[in-house]
Every structure is written in structure tokens, then in C-alpha cells.
């Protein structure tokens, strides 16, 4: 583990973070394991799997005690899936002449007899420091917990300088408590500016929850994995170059007027339609 680093604008300069919950899936507890497979004598790995890259069935002997069904498929070689299929991702040129590869997976906890999550939940957005400190919190509506419909639950923030991650923690939302499900964690170091990804994050438990039950590490562990969206770009003129005129010398060394400004949440210009010029219409002689 190394501590992210923090993000280093010039003047005027502030980068904003868009987030998006596309969907929940998985949500009891999880190993994520690497497994090396190999391809068989008829050249696949001879997994049968899901549209989501769940493992269903073994086609084949060539992996059978390494790969399970009901192992959920996150990664290739530490290259994520997001929505693209396993398949699709093998025969590619980065690994069609591969016959062998370390697939990362998450697999239910043998014996494990942990209910699925249910009920009322909401996720909250905060942006982190370089030692993981908090510095902005934004939660989200409460929601149903479903794992066959699209959340959609989206945060647009301005990122104060010195900001070195943003993390989205998932929480259930009971009568007099709001206990943490986990978190998944997002570098700014590992962000590409400008450019929208959409991926799997696995939720981690919070340490000590787990190292009190003395079942693995806690880096190894899940508690539910959600596809996220996300782009970090600079300012709002990059989403639409007319919804933010002033000039970047006009603002101040932090990139923002004022706290009001800070906490407003970026949204591109809206476009309004003109109205319609009234139709001429040729007078109509009586009968």
C-alpha cells in the first residue's frame, strides 16, 4: 500500500469529481482470491459464466478445484471488467495467446450462512486527505436495496486542493443506527483526467469488525461490490465551455469565491428552447 497522492492545481484550477452508483450485486460476504487457470486442449478455459461473469458451470476438467461455480469474475491480470464480458476480454489481443492467466475473483466464504443485505440503504461520497482523513461528506437518499434495478445515486463536487482520494462507504439504514456495510476506495493517482470508467469496486468491512472474528485479512474481504461511474475533470467549462465565464485570474489561490461557491453542487448550463415564431396561416374565404 502506498498513500495516495494528493491532487496539486494551479491557480484557479479545480478538479471535480462526478460519481455514479450504476448498480449493487453480491451483497453478503466475499473473499477476493487470485487464481491462475490455464487453457485446455481445445484452447478455452472451459468457464461457463453469467452475462455479469459469474462463474455457472466448468465446461471442462482444466480448472476444476481452482475456479467454482458462483466465483464472481473481477479482474484479468489486475485489469478490471466493469461491463465487459470475460470472454471478450480473453480473446482480445492483450491475451489471445496467453495460455495462462491470474483471474481475480470474489467467492462466498465456505460455510458461511450470512444473509444477503436487505432493507433501506444509502452510500456517502467523501473526499479524503493523503492520510485518509475526511474533509467533505456528501450522503445520498435512502434507497431499497436491490440488486436486479439501476440505483442511479450521482454526486457532481468540486475537490478542495490537497485532496488525495475519494471513498464511498455503503450503509444500511436501520431505526436508530446507520451501521457500515464497507468501503471502496478511489485514488485521484489512478483516475485518467477527463475520462469516464465505469467499474467494479468491492465494498471492504472495516478492520476491526473482521480481525474480531479472525476469518482472513481484512484487504481480502467483501461486503457487496457496486459498478460505479467515474470522471474527475477540471472545472465545469470541460462538461460545457459556457456554463462557467469567469476567468480563472478573478478567482481565488483555493479555485473558489466563496464556501457558497464551494458547495454548490457543478451541473452543465442548462439550454433553454426559444419560443416557436406563430405560423402565418392563409385566411380561409367563406363559403
Not at 150 to 162: D, E, I, L, Q, Y
Not at 165 to 171: D, E, G
Request: negative net charge; charged residues 25%.
Amino acid at each position: 500500500w502506498r498513500p495516495p497522492i494528493p491532487w496539486q492545481g494551479g491557480m484557479g484550477e479545480t478538479p471535480v469529481l462526478f460519481v455514479k452508483i450504476e448498480r449493487l450485486r453480491r451483497l453478503y460476504r466475499t473473499e477476493r482470491i487470485a487464481v491462475p487457470v490455464a487453457r485446455g486442449p481445445d484452447g478455452t478455459f472451459g468457464l461457463g459464466l453469467t452475462d455479469d461473469n459469474e462463474v455457472s458451470k466448468l465446461n471442462s476438467e482444466t480448472n476444476a478445484g481452482l475456479v467454482f461455480p458462483g466465483d464472481q469474475v473481477l479482474a484479468v491480470e489486475g485489469v478490471g471488467l466493469g461491463r465487459d464480458r470475460l470472454s471478450a476480454v480473453l480473446s482480445s489481443s492483450a491475451f489471445a495467446d496467453r495460455q495462462h492467466v491470474t483471474l481475480h475473483v470474489s467467492r462466498k466464504r465456505a460455510g458461511a450462512k450470512d444473509e444477503p443485505i436487505s432493507g433501506d440503504v444509502f452510500a456517502s461520497l467523501k473526499l479524503l486527505r493523503a492520510d485518509g482523513t475526511t474533509m467533505q461528506e456528501y450522503p445520498s437518499d435512502i434507497w431499497h436495496a436491490r440488486t436486479d434495478a439501476a440505483w442511479g445515486a450521482c454526486w457532481t463536487v468540486r475537490c478542495p486542493r490537497g485532496a488525495a482520494a475519494a471513498a464511498l462507504t455503503l450503509h444500511r439504514s436501520l431505526l436508530f443506527t446507520d451501521p457500515v456495510v464497507g468501503t471502496a476506495s478511489l485514488p485521484f493517482d489512478e483516475m485518467e483526467e477527463g475520462e469516464i470508467r465505469a467499474a467494479w469496486h468491492g465494498f471492504r468491512p472495516e478492520r476491526d469488525r473482521w480481525a474480531t472474528r479472525a476469518v482472513g485479512t481484512a484487504d481480502a474481504m467483501l461486503h457487496g461490490e457496486a459498478l460505479l461511474s467515474v470522471r474527475r475533470f477540471m472545472e465545469s467549462s470541460s462538461v460545457c465551455p459556457r456554463s462557467d465565464h469567469r476567468r480563472s485570474d478573478q478567482r481565488h489561490e483555493y479555485g473558489w469565491d466563496s464556501a457558497d461557491e464551494f458547495f454548490t453542487v457543478v451541473s452543465p448550463q442548462q439550454h433553454r428552447p426559444e419560443p416557436l415564431s406563430p405560423i402565418a396561416e392563409p385566411p380561409i374565404a367563406p363559403p
